[in-house]
């Protein structure tokens, strides 16, 4: 992995760990899902534009439409569309966390489900993750969080699990911009269907809205997935999933740092358990070095 691929990894991790942050400021003062499918809709239009000027075209392969119909659905409609739906009831940190560990169940799933091979340094990943999170959600609990919403954000990280597995080796092909921008507007479409059958379209206009809805729009929307379908390109799915291993500890460290919310010595401890066994697990995964 060299050192281009390493700083795209650490980007990416940053800046989609900070959609937890951005998100509850929106839905603090938005409908959830009318403004993630407007936002969708407005990143489609930025990425399909600017996928044209570059050259891009939108006759993709078989492999690059499942890709982006997959995603579009599991990712932005249902992924981040739950995610954006139980923050308004549970913290940034508490979605960050759960959503963390989609590489876990990708590893479970692809080890019980698929017959893929997890080493014995995968398996006690495995178990010291999900042991992170038990400890944090056992916190958590004991403070009164929200219950439907934990269980929301349990259902959006399965989502993204089932996507990552479906279209493992379909990213390549190039026009990544172009794929980016059409998978906005299958998000788009399909929750400006759910947003009226679900909730009460609101929208009160305040600067932290305009704020946080134009940096969701542009990082998270655009590059953040521009960059991962890129690095996956570069340097395939399971070494580009390695830098899940720090969406626990940027998420976290963002929500405590822009919206105050209180980490207790559990919380600290169980980011730190479950990043380890995040890393742990992701190593594991790693194909073996061919000898000279």
């Keep these: 992995m060299d050192l281009r691929a390493i700083a795209m990894g650490l980007s990416f991790a940053l800046i989609w760990s900070s959609a937890f942050t951005s998100a509850r400021i929106?839905?603090?003062?938005?409908?959830?899902?009318?403004?993630?499918?407007?936002?969708?809709?407005?990143?489609?239009?930025?990425?399909?534009?600017?996928?044209?000027?570059?050259?891009?075209?939108?006759?993709?392969?078989?492999?690059?439409?499942?890709?982006?119909?997959?995603?579009?659905?599991?990712?932005?409609a249902l992924y981040l569309g739950l995610n954006f739906y139980a923050m308004q009831t549970v913290e940034a940190s508490v979605a960050a966390i759960i959503a963390s560990t989609m590489p876990l169940l990708v590893a479970l799933t692809g080890w019980l489900l698929l017959g893929e091979k997890l080493r014995a340094m995968g398996i006690a990943g495995l178990l010291a993750g999900f042991a992170g999170v038990a400890l944090i959600m056992?916190?958590?609990?004991?403070?009164?969080?929200?219950?439907?919403?934990?269980?929301?954000?349990?259902?959006?990280?399965?989502?993204?699990?089932?996507?990552?597995?479906?279209?493992?080796g379909a990213t390549s092909g190039g026009?990544?911009?172009?794929?980016?921008?059409?998978?906005?507007?299958?998000?788009?479409?399909?929750?400006?269907?759910?947003?009226?059958?679900?909730?009460?379209?609101?929208?009160?206009?305040t600067v932290p809205l305009a704020l946080a809805f134009i940096y969701t729009t542009l990082f998270p929307g655009l590059l953040a997935t521009l960059i991962w379908f890129t690095l996956l390109n570069r340097i395939g799915a399971i070494?580009?999933?390695?830098?899940?291993?720090?969406?626990?500890?940027?998420?976290?460290?963002?929500?405590?740092?822009?919206?105050?919310?209180?980490?207790?010595?559990?919380?600290?401890?169980?980011?730190?358990?479950?990043t380890l066994g995040i890393l742990a697990v992701q190593l594991s995964r790693q194909p073996a070095a061919n000898p000279a």
């Design 26 to 76: 929106i839905v603090a003062d938005a409908s959830p899902l009318f403004s993630l499918a407007l936002r969708f809709l407005i990143s489609g239009v930025i990425g399909v534009a600017i996928a044209r000027a570059m050259g891009q075209s939108w006759h993709l392969t078989r492999d690059q439409w499942r890709a982006t119909i997959l995603f579009g659905i599991c990712q932005n």
């Design 138 to 168: 056992s916190s958590r609990i004991s403070a009164g969080v929200d219950m439907f919403g934990v269980a929301l954000c349990g259902m959006a990280a399965l989502a993204l699990t089932f996507a990552t597995l479906a279209v493992r």
């Design 175 to 205: 026009n990544f911009m172009m794929v980016v921008g059409l998978q906005m507007f299958v998000g788009s479409a399909t929750l400006f269907v759910a947003a009226p059958l679900f909730e009460t379209i609101y929208i009160h206009p």
């Design 239 to 274: 070494r580009a999933a390695t830098f899940h291993f720090l969406n626990p500890v940027f998420g976290v460290a963002i929500a405590a740092a822009l919206l105050g919310e209180k980490l207790g010595p559990m919380d600290v401890i169980g980011v730190g358990i479950t």
